[in-house]
């Protein structure tokens, strides 16, 4: 009887794998030979040849810019946005809005009433009133401004700037009509 485990076989033992060598992709067998396989036209690597890289065509945003990527995957600068960019679109400022009343909105002579306004999307707001009363601001305090004492008809006008445009209103304020008996 004869041990043959440890005689040598006369082949070496490889694991079996592609690799690459340039551009060329090789096959590498259990017994250590190679055989080519192919060129790979964009290139190999790790034993597999470059795919041309597929993208689904959209646009994108960086920053305040928007790009239009291609089925390449290339960006290509389509312009930058006047307001914001998101998710691929240039968004318009959002419109002005926003409410100015007074309340009473009669009284009488003497008496004063409360101004209140609230205005989104803007970047200042003046109120100004024809009895020389005015303030600043986005909103008023939530219980609103005291005017001075009304003595006749008081227009009070709203006037805010922003990135969507301008927000004009107006509220006025009546006088109690005093009454005689005839």
């Known amino acids: 009887w004869v041990d043959f485990s440890f005689a040598r076989t006369g ?47 959209t646009y994108l945003c960086s920053g305040n810019d928007q790009y239009y990527r291609n089925a390449q995957c290339e960006d290509t600068f389509q312009g930058t946005c006047e307001w ?20 009473p909105s009669l009284v009488v002579r003497g008496r004063t009433t409360r101004v209140l306004w609230d205005v989104l999307y803007a970047d200042s707001c003046l109120v100004t009133g024809n ?21 006749l008809l008081t227009t009070y006008t709203l006037y805010c700037e922003g990135d969507g445009g301008a927000l004009q209103q107006t509220a006025s304020v009546n006088i109690v009509p005093r009454w005689r008996e005839l």
């Open 11 to 57: 082949y070496q033992q490889c694991t079996p794998t592609y690799y690459c060598s340039g551009d060329d992709r090789y096959y590498k067998n259990a017994q250590c030979e190679d055989t080519f396989q192919e060129v790979c036209e964009l290139g190999c690597l790790d034993g597999a040849c470059l795919q041309e890289q597929q993208c689904t065509p």
């Open 84 to 103: 914001v960019c998101a998710d691929g679109v240039c968004l318009s400022a959002p419109e002005l809005t926003g409410t100015l009343r007074v309340v």
């Open 131 to 151: 009895n020389g009363d005015a303030w600043g601001g986005l909103s008023s305090p939530p219980s609103g401004y005291e005017s001075s004492p009304i003595s």
